[in-house]
């Protein structure tokens, strides 16, 4: 598991299109560019309890969003498989049927 | 652009789990199973307007979240770059920067 800013980030980056504008506005400034809460109220004239609630409650369709589609697990998975590939091509090591095996494995992620 | 039923089985195979279960019946009766929509409105006891209404919506829904998400248009490139990678490699066909370049693209996907 990712520390919870990383996998924020994260889930935030692959589920934004699915977010209203005031939540991706509260989540950008508090997970990209590290306001405070405070600063969040103070920013939309509303109090902090305010922002807290609707980032708590964005966080969590974030994660269901994350358990129905799990856009964010294949990507890791992806990603893990072409950094092998790469690492065989670029040192040179590598087998044809190594290869194919993880192309076949890539298929199946989607 | 694919055939209007095959495109809805790929948006009803990648954004079926942001349906509700009704939509995923109707759906899954219309799209995979071949009901009419006659058929559809005898076994729940609705009218076929209200099951009409129902599909109809629920495809629009699938073509926003493509349109937010881009599911398909992503795993029809990644499908195609693997299957050059693929087809490289069982001709024997291949260089290592040619791979190379493909994974890059791959990456670049996410």
Not at 46 to 59: C, F, G, H, L, P
Not at 74 to 96: C, H, I, P, W
Request: proline share 1%; aromatic share 12%; net charge negative.
């Amino acid at each position: 598991m990712l520390e919870k800013t990383t996998r924020m980030n994260y889930l935030y980056d692959f589920y934004q299109s699915l977010l209203t504008p005031k939540q991706r506005s509260y989540m950008s400034l508090y997970y990209l560019d590290d306001y405070s809460l405070g600063e969040i109220a103070d920013e939309y004239d509303v109090s902090r309890q305010a922002v807290y609630d609707n980032i708590k409650r964005t966080e969590a369709m974030l994660e269901e969003y994350e358990n129905k589609l799990l856009l964010l697990q294949k990507f890791q998975e992806r990603t893990a498989l072409l950094a092998q590939m790469k690492e065989m091509l670029d040192k040179g090591n590598y087998s044809v049927s190594a290869l194919q095996k993880a192309i076949i494995e890539l298929e199946e992620l989607d």
